[in-house]
């Protein structure tokens, strides 16, 4: 399946890019970032490029401290629709993901970043 999201920003070396946060979980290190509906995210999506960020990245599981880990079937039903629902606002976007399998889920609608905190040390399959 070839990317349907049309990445129009190119990311050159020496340029400094902002990337507007969205969150698709309920308990999110930071409240103001989270959606809770597709529709609400292509709104703030909207708004962040407006005020110039480049990049949209999308998470669908916390990492704050103390948080609690949500299946793989969990976060792509939470970043997947978000994803496809960005289609042709013109930012890149990158999903917060430390799973392979929601990794290549998410390049396939069109995620041309992946977000790993893990540095890939989450799992071995992300590489």
Known sequence: MRPVLEAART???GKTLVMGVLNATPDSFYGPSTVGSASAAHARAEAFIADG????????ESSRPGSEPVTADEEQARVY????????LGAIVSVDTWRADTARGAVSRGAVMINDITALRGDPEMA
């Open 11 to 13: 990311i050159a070396a």
């Open 81 to 88: 629709p978000i994803i496809d629902a960005l289609r042709g």
């Open 53 to 60: 960020a480049d990049i949209i990245d999308i998470g669908g």
